[in-house]
């Protein structure tokens, strides 16, 4: 009776499941698993590419703010002022020196009592305020009960509604129970003095604010901080004198903005700067460049061989992978068509060399240099050409990695597999499992009729009819 236990039914089920799955399952699998590591490995590839082709797109840029017209700024002394230079800047030197940093234009008020009446009888007072291209008439309506400082609050607050981004005022106290109003303009130099004066009533005047000049401001009496000329900043350049209305100055060299941080004191040397091509910079580009096309290349290579062990790479045998494989190569030992003889037209001749086995490499860092530094415009023509290196890998990894391009294609036909393998080993497995359920409804309904038997034997053999 043991062959038709419970337990032997279990194994047998569980033996007919196992031989199923391996005779018409695991094939499946194995396909499925095939197609699953094609569209992955297909995938990784396709983002190494695109990686890649974005920065390509740089270096096939030719207009005057490519990646090879860099510039970048060299000062003898940092202390004063920085600089930065743009692509269109050109390559000079100059001498500087720093007198004076432009300011804002700053006026106060009288010091009053803040809790004194102002004495200014109810109505509707104007007065004008003007920096820059800014010039309004700006009223306030007084009760006639106001202290010093409700007048310079509602002063205060009105500038700041109709003057916002221009003019800023507030109140302080320079003392307890003084006050003192402030007005500071939003930009600095000459052309964004401030001036302020009463319209109609005298509000400002009460508060004595009300000027016909420029005067200066002493400890309790109103007036400006600054003269007009103290409003701008002021160098020379090459012996020459500059004043501009700013500390940011972007419009003496071309291409080139000046951030002024402090005067110079008397005896500092005057501040030699030189424009020049960021070598550096390009050099990073290069080898950036460089990182990005081996992830992609050696991805490719590793993937297309056998190891030592005879584990077959994914990509074995695929055209479109050893196609890949044969147009980088080519890119990257061949000369550009269309270069004048004589000038750069491989990448060996600006140091970088290219090894079947690794990609691309930096085997002479002088040679880079030395190309980036003296002949850029001949480096940017061998890259940005209209056969040049950036041209070609761009194409190339646009036809792999576009959004309708081969490994697109691949991956939807491999992912597409996947899903139908997967389809069928469901149903594969639905099918054994419904074979499995009605052999097990076979042997279950054996197991009973043995069981039948036995009890029949064995009446009979407590009856005596059976020896």
């Known amino acids: 009776?043991?062959?038709?236990?419970?337990?032997?039914?279990?194994?047998?089920?569980?033996?007919?499941?196992?031989?199923?799955?391996?005779?018409?399952?695991?094939?499946?699998?194995?396909r499925k698993s095939r197609f699953s590591q094609l569209s992955t490995a297909w995938g990784t590839l396709g983002t190494r590419l695109s990686s890649l082709k974005s920065l390509l797109k740089d270096f096939q840029d030719v207009s005057t703010n490519n990646k090879f017209n860099t510039k970048t700024t060299v000062l003898s002394n940092e202390d004063y002022f920085t600089a930065t230079a743009s692509s269109t800047a050109s390559n000079s030197s100059y001498d500087l020196k720093i007198t004076q940093l432009a300011k804002n234009d700053l006026v106060m008020s009288d010091t009053v009592a803040s809790a004194s009446m102002a004495g200014l009888s109810a109505g509707t007072y104007t007065f004008q305020v003007a920096s820059?291209?800014?010039?309004?008439?700006?009223?306030?309506?007084?009760?006639?009960?106001?202290?010093?400082?409700?007048?310079?609050?509602?002063?205060s607050k009105s500038i700041n509604e109709k003057a916002e981004g221009v003019v800023n005022a507030s109140v302080f106290s320079p003392k307890n129970g003084e006050s003192k109003l402030s007005l500071v303009a939003a930009e600095s130099g000459s052309a964004n003095s401030v001036t302020i004066k009463d319209v109609t009533g005298s509000a400002l005047n009460a508060i004595g604010m009300n000027f016909s000049s420029r005067q200066i401001f002493s400890q309790n009496s109103g007036g400006y901080s600054y003269t007009t000329d103290e409003l701008n900043s002021k160098l020379t350049?090459?012996?020459?004198?500059?004043?501009?209305?700013?500390?940011?100055?972007?419009?003496l060299v071309s291409g080139v903005t000046l951030q002024l941080k402090q005067a110079m004191e008397v005896g500092v040397p005057?501040?030699?700067?030189?424009?020049?091509?960021?070598?550096?910079?390009?050099?990073?580009?290069?080898?950036d460049f460089i990182a990005k096309f081996n992830s992609a290349y050696a991805f490719a290579k590793n993937n297309s061989g056998s190891t030592e062990d005879g584990d077959r790479g994914i990509f074995v045998g695929n055209a479109s992978a050893s196609g890949l494989i044969q147009a980088f190569s080519k890119i990257a030992y061949q000369s550009v068509e269309g270069i004048d003889a004589g000038k750069y037209s491989r990448l060996d001749e600006i140091g970088i060399s290219f090894d079947p086995l690794k990609g691309l490499t930096v085997s002479d860092d002088a040679k880079l240099e030395e190309a980036l530094k003296n002949n850029p415009k001949q480096v940017e023509n061998l890259f940005n050409?209209?056969?040049?290196?950036?041209?070609?890998?761009?194409?190339?990894?646009?036809?792999?990695?576009?959004?309708?391009?081969i490994i697109t294609n691949l991956t939807d036909s491999y992912d597409k597999s996947v899903t139908y393998y997967t389809d069928k080993i469901t149903n594969k497995q639905t099918h054994i499992d419904s074979s499995a359920a009605v052999l097990r409804h076979q042997y279950e309904v054996m197991q009973m009729q043995l069981i039948s038997l036995y009890e029949t034997q064995s009446y009979y053999q407590m009856a005596g009819i059976l020896a």
């Open 1 to 30: 009776m043991d062959i038709l236990s419970s337990s032997s039914i279990n194994n047998l089920i569980n033996s007919y499941k196992t031989s199923e799955k391996q005779k018409s399952i695991t094939p499946l699998e194995s």
């Open 132 to 155: 820059g291209e800014f010039d309004e008439n700006i009223d306030i309506e007084l009760v006639g009960t106001e202290t010093y400082n409700e007048l310079m609050e509602k002063i």
């Open 237 to 251: 350049m090459n012996g020459i004198d500059i004043t501009r209305d700013s500390n940011t100055i972007s419009d």
């Open 270 to 287: 005057t501040i030699n700067m030189i424009v020049k091509n960021n070598v550096e910079a390009i050099k990073t580009d290069m080898k």
């Open 385 to 405: 050409s209209d056969n040049g290196i950036a041209t070609q890998l761009y194409n190339l990894t646009d036809r792999y990695s576009g959004e309708t391009g």
